[in-house]
């Protein structure tokens, strides 16, 4: 099967007389003992309806690739950082998600880990960071940065080193980019976003090839009980039968718009990768592209992104950005609207 149909057809019941289509959501705390259940803090079979789905998106039909859901993405990133020694050295783009950034700040303040924030794009000086790592983080676009990593040829040199790889997938979905073909350890996902897809779920999940990590990574989700919701799963589920519709046309209007922005005299610099549906773009100043997330009358104001409606904010209003990011960037996740809509809304303020 092809991913537009796995992503409608893995982690169904059965097509048997009278099996629903639809996985149920199980609400139990507990099973009848003796099986491989047993509680709820270690299975659930609508989170493995879920997990069964992505890993099939994330790694194909051969049945290797793992999915483990958490109950939000940073419960999933905390939960791969628990992994590093106390010695040991992460290095990690600085512009990752900011929370990953959040993450990896305290957990070395507090003695647990040391962390070596690099440049992505600069592929010679990670290799070189690579050396020393025990853990090399990747995000790829970064956030809100929009920056990409050479994932193949980092992993290379990390697993030459001996450290492990992770990618954090959640801008670019599996429709359009699957790190563990290019050989990384982990793949990290905020479902959150375009996975679920409709600004209504926290989720977050890990997905690996090898089994040895996995069962590391189950024990570690058992004992500290960072779970998702079993509607949580459900709805994640739900969205994700509907993501390579979703991040079809998402695409082709961020392309379009991508392409106008920046023919227009008021953006000073426009930061698309030329695939996905996240798009960062400069005004003059902070007052600027304040006018412009106030200003419209579809797009919302509001952080996170990956929703079918199209969502915006100036990212330096949060005091934790960096301030590497410029004071006027603002982060433009489009949704699946009618493009002429969003341009109008747009251009309405744009040209004031
Ligand atoms: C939102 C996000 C996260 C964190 O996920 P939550 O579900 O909000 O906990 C991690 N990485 C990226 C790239 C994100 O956008």
Redesign the pocket.
Known sequence: MRPATRAVHVGRPPHEVDQPLNVPITMASTYVAGGDREYGRYANPTWTAFEEALASLEGGEDGTTHCLAFS????A?ATVLDLVGSDQVVVAPRHA?N??VMQLADLEARGRLRANLVDITDTAAVVAACEDAALVWL?SPT?PAMEIADIAAITAAAHEAGARVVV?N??ATPILQRPLEDGVDLVVH?A??YLAGHSDV???ALLTRDPELLAVLKGRRDLIGAIPGAFEAWLALRGLRTLPLRVERAQANAAELAVRLGAHPAVTEVRYPGFGAMISIVLGDAAAADRLTHGTALWVHAT??GGVESTFERRRRWASEPSTIPEGLVRLSVGVEDVEDLWEDLVAVLDR
Not at 72 to 75: D, E, H, P, V, Y
């Open positions: 939000s993405g940073l419960a990133v998600y929370g990953t995000e956030n954090d959640t801008f905020s959150t976003k926290l989720l977050g996170s992104l």
